[in-house]
């Protein structure tokens, strides 16, 4: 993959090409194929822009039905996943999502002590965020627990217990979404103090849904 960035900041538009150098079992692309895509960072989700199709040989090599047998070949039904794992990699501009997300200390869950309310509020919202920027193919349990340095099984066990007047889960217990209540915004805002209009400002920390594609 190329990007012709160093870092991917906040806002940023950048430029994306792939090949089939880049075939690693998330996605396909067949020889002499070449996609070109502009993503931007937005609020620490990924989002394509566009993706244009080029071939790579020239205008004397190029056929109609070459060019169609190979793209009937292209799989990129996981770009989201590929593009995240790509840019999160530390060997190369070491994309993170929760850069994006307010400074807290989630150790008290790591060292399994009581959570405070505050604690609960923030590890709602920290799953929130979760839920809107990492891609829908990867597993959120997994990716949190990683993140919060626990088990899965422990990330699980807390998702659950967090205070339904600072939470409420939506669907079942195993799908995406929920969102915090009123006096788990109040909590957080009282907490980031000066900070609180960078929170009022990121779409991703309040609530989500499968149905919203926001």
């Not at 969102?179 to 920390?205: Q, R, T, V, W």
């Amino acid at each position: 993959m190329k990007i012709n960035k160093e870092e991917f900041q906040l806002g940023e538009i950048a430029e994306v090409i792939l090949d089939s150098q880049d075939n690693d079992g998330l996605i396909f692309v067949p020889k002499n194929i070449e996609l070109r895509l502009t993503i931007e960072n937005y609020f620490g989700k990924i989002l394509i822009n566009t993706i244009e199709i080029y071939p790579r040989e020239n205008n004397l090599q190029i056929s109609k039905t070459g060019i169609e047998q190979r793209l009937g070949n292209l799989d990129i039904k996981l770009l989201d996943r590929y593009l995240f794992k790509s840019l999160s990699d530390k060997s190369g501009i070491a994309y993170s999502p929760y850069q994006y997300f307010p400074e807290y200390d989630f150790s008290v869950f790591e060292k399994n002590r009581r959570p405070s309310d505050l604690d609960w509020a923030m590890f709602a919202t920290l799953y929130i965020f979760s839920c809107n920027v990492l891609p829908t193919t990867l597993k959120i349990e997994l990716a949190m627990a990683k993140y919060l340095r626990i088990s899965e099984e422990n990330f699980k066990r807390f998702l659950k217990k967090i205070p339904p007047t600072l939470f409420m889960k939506s669907s079942h217990s195993d799908s995406r979404g929920g969102n915090i209540s009123f006096d788990a915004e109040i909590l957080i805002k009282n907490y980031l103090g000066n900070a609180a209009s960078s929170y009022e400002e990121n779409p991703y920390l309040k609530f989500y849904s499968d149905s919203d594609l926001a």
